[in-house]
């Protein structure tokens, strides 16, 4: 009798150690490649607001880590080392002081009740940069995604202006292609259920 239950639990062990051992392998390559070798969003096309992908942490909510300030540099934008050529776009992470400038803007240019000032505290948020020749014709854009999309923009190290809100479902903002590139979004005119861009 006790031969007999030998067997079944050391045949329960062995299958549990395998197991246990496909799982600590899955663990290790997804380790391994980590989320950095994925690319969320890529491709995707927005509908409706409530579809539009998450940002990467670059294009995020500002979780990462503000870069050290350079003398008369703003903390808002994380922008590579060197400046990129002319025309280049780059997505940056958004601080929360950028966020009030941003509902400062909109309430000045809507009123106190501008639905854009909530940006402050919600939303998904695309933020990025487009080169000039120099700092001064650089051009910044941010798309907030809340009810609706909205938008803002900045020359150089200007103030931020609000450029109004758009429905999702009918056209995005008109921010360049390159700077939708840039944060991962696709928007076409040549398939079904794709959205272009909205006239100015």
């Known amino acids: ?108 240019a809507v009123g106190p009740s501008a639905e854009s000032a909530r940006v402050t505290t919600e939303g998904v948020v695309y933020y990025g940069v487009v080169y000039g020749e120099s700092e001064a014709a650089d051009t910044y854009y941010v798309v907030a995604s809340l009810s609706r999309l909205h938008f803002w923009t900045r020359e150089g190290r200007g103030d931020w202006r609000f450029q109004g809100d758009y429905d999702a479902r009918v056209c995005a903002p008109p921010a360049p292609t390159s700077m939708y590139a840039a944060w991962g979004l696709n928007f076409s005119t040549r398939k079904p259920g794709k959205y272009e861009l909205c006239r100015e």
């Open 1 to 108: 009798m006790r031969r007999s239950l030998v067997v079944p639990v050391a045949i329960t062990g062995a299958l549990l150690a395998v197991v246990g051992l496909a799982v600590a392998a899955v663990a290790l390559v997804f380790a391994a490649s980590g989320p950095a070798s994925l690319a969320p969003g890529v491709g995707a096309s927005p509908g409706p607001v409530d579809s539009l992908p998450s940002p990467t942490p670059v294009a995020g909510t500002g979780a990462a880590t503000a870069p050290e300030e350079k003398p008369g540099e703003s903390a808002d934008e994380e922008e590579p080392e060197e400046r990129l050529a002319a025309g280049r776009a780059w997505p940056l992470t958004i601080s929360q002081a950028t966020r009030d400038k941003l509902a400062a803007a909109s309430r000045a």
